[in-house]
């Protein structure tokens, strides 16, 4: 059984050799001075390897645990192998869905938000967008599954929260494709299938993403700037 003073002392040698801990797991000590962290197993007739990473990043403890856990699931029937694939390509597809990369935008721009519009993109994506695609992988949204979910921001007679839905949406997209998670940002091609706002006097607020984002802009005005004309515009 390894020890923590024998793995501090591990040095290289002309070749790779191996020191075994138990339950098949053993540290293999490269040329190169690496110490990888791996485990023989059986499954299926084949003899096979797991490997838990390098030492001292995995620290014996560690790989001890992943060696139980891999044991734990050859009892069950299953190749622990098998099981990994399939958690890391799970992983993958969830790190590709809208709402975790709306989440990851959201925190890349909260040093330029403030907490009240941070809240308030969070919470229109919330109960506006995330409901329909929040649990799609970016590449499998298409532009009419975006402007249906606007349309139905647009019919209740919030075109102003509509617009800023669908910026906040090409947003996601565009910093997905950045980052390698998408190729394409559908709500920008709806751009122009939106219904038009309507200038000078407008019909009663009744939707509480409009009413929050005008209160909104009502406090950013400086004191002694109530004269002015407040302009509603978005960034966002």
């Not at 003073?5 to 040095?11: A, C």
């Not at 406090?219 to 109530?226: K, V």
């Amino acid at each position: 059984m390894l020890t923590d003073v024998q793995l501090r002392r591990l040095t290289p040698r002309e070749k790779p050799y191996k020191l075994s801990d138990t339950g098949g797991l053993f540290i293999f000590v490269q040329s190169s001075g690496s110490r990888l962290w791996r485990m023989k197993y059986r499954f299926g007739g084949k003899e096979k390897l797991l490997s838990f990473g390098t030492y001292p990043e995995v620290t014996l403890a560690a790989a001890r645990e992943a060696r139980d856990q891999a044991r734990v699931e050859l009892r069950a029937g299953r190749d622990p192998s098998l099981t990994r694939r399939q958690r890391q390509a799970e992983a993958k597809r969830v790190d590709k869905q809208l709402q975790h990369v709306g989440e990851e935008w959201m925190k890349a721009q909260s040093a330029r938000w403030t907490p009240r519009h941070a809240e308030d993109v969070r919470t229109s994506l919330e109960r506006l967008a995330w409901p329909d695609l929040g649990h799609i992988d970016l590449d499998e949204i298409t532009a009419p599954m975006v402007l249906e979910t606007i349309k139905k921001i647009e019919a209740r007679r919030a075109k102003e929260t509509a617009r800023r839905v669908r910026q906040r949406l090409s947003a996601i997209f565009l910093f997905g494709m950045a980052h390698g998670l998408g190729r394409h940002d559908p709500a920008s091609v709806i751009k122009g299938a939106l219904a038009p706002l309507i200038k000078g006097r407008q019909p009663a607020l009744i939707d509480l993403e409009e009413l929050k984002h005008l209160f909104h802009q009502v406090e950013l005005i400086p004191a002694g700037g109530i004269e002015e004309p407040l302009i509603v515009s978005s960034f966002d």
